[in-house]
């Protein structure tokens, strides 16, 4: 939201009825408002939208009572609109992409510590140790169904078992 300085706030009538117009267009439009508090005032009202599909919706108010909209006025809002969509989807994806690279990095990290880990004991209270920290667990559980060796510890069918109380 931006509002200039000293111009007085519009009614919460008002913007939800300029976003629901806004958001029933294909375009942008100039629309008129009814008010109780104020009246009545006439607005430009653009849907954003990005792949035909909408993902919010601009409203702009006039800053006086005289102040009427044209065809270029309309124009510049349509080109601004199309580069806002733009820009949101770029800024999306490269939060996605960031995210994505996070991931990747704790993944590596987490990695390198389980390969050198000597033995399937140490192996499992990393694995679970490292788990814990990042996804915030308080306990959690390995079962492996392999056959170990004499310092692992086997629940006598053959399966490796480990369980990590503490992350």
Do not use: C, M
């Not at 992409?97 to 590596?108: F, L, Y």
């Amino acid at each position: 939201h931006y509002a200039r300085p000293n111009v007085p706030a519009l009614s919460t009538v008002t913007v939800e009825q300029a976003n629901e117009k806004a958001t029933a267009q294909n375009q942008a439009t100039i629309v008129n408002l009814e008010d109780n508090q104020t009246g009545g005032s006439e607005a430009i009202v653009a849907p954003v939208v990005f792949r035909n599909q909408t993902i919010g919706a601009l409203q702009i108010h006039p800053a006086g009572s005289g102040q009427s909209w044209n065809d270029e006025d309309l124009a510049i809002v349509e080109a601004v609109v199309d580069q806002l969509a733009q820009t949101a989807e770029s800024l999306r994806l490269f939060d996605e992409t960031r995210q994505q690279a996070g991931q990747e990095r704790i993944i590596r990290e987490i990695a390198e510590k389980l390969r050198a880990a000597p033995n399937l004991e140490i192996l499992t209270q990393v694995a679970g140790q490292e788990l814990g920290k990042v996804l915030g667990a308080s306990s959690g559980r390995i079962k492996l169904g392999i056959q170990s060796g004499a310092d692992d510890r086997s629940n006598g069918n053959g399966q490796q078992e480990q369980n990590n109380a503490k992350p």
